[in-house]
């Protein structure tokens, strides 16, 4: 079993930032992917970003590519999304999420998930 807490949620303008950290309970940290998917009201989850356990490969959704960075710290059990030149359109619940076996962009191979922290972005 993996506990996943976001934090670092909260109200921006657009053009700001916001850095979200994700911190993961258990052992084995430093050998899962981990990803940040996002959920907007009446819209389904969509993937953001994703980071191998060894942090040397990342993909990004194409609407974050260039503003967003997705980083891990193993010593510290912790996965981070560095957001800059938020936009109105960012505004969301951002999730991170665990996968155990894979890097992959879908949300159904997921295997655990954390509550969620809300980005606003204002215009």
């Known amino acids: 079993q993996v506990q996943l807490v976001e934090s670092g949620g909260g109200l921006v303008q657009a053009g700001g930032s916001l850095r979200l950290s994700c911190a993961a309970s258990g052992r084995t940290f430093s050998t899962y992917a981990m990803g940040w998917f996002r959920q907007a009201p009446g819209k389904e989850r969509e993937f953001v970003a994703v980071?191998?356990?060894?942090?040397?490969?990342?993909y990004y959704a194409d609407s974050v590519k260039g503003r967003f960075t997705i980083s891990r710290d193993n010593a510290k059990n912790t996965v981070y999304l560095q957001m800059n030149s938020l936009k109105p359109e960012d505004t969301a619940v951002y999730y991170c999420?665990?996968?155990?076996?894979?890097?992959?962009?879908?949300?159904?191979?997921?295997?655990?998930w954390g509550q969620g922290t809300q980005v606003t972005v204002s215009s």
């Open positions: 980071i191998s356990w060894s942090g040397r490969t990342t």
């Open positions: 999420a665990v996968d155990r076996e894979k890097i992959t962009r879908w949300a159904i191979e997921y295997d655990y």
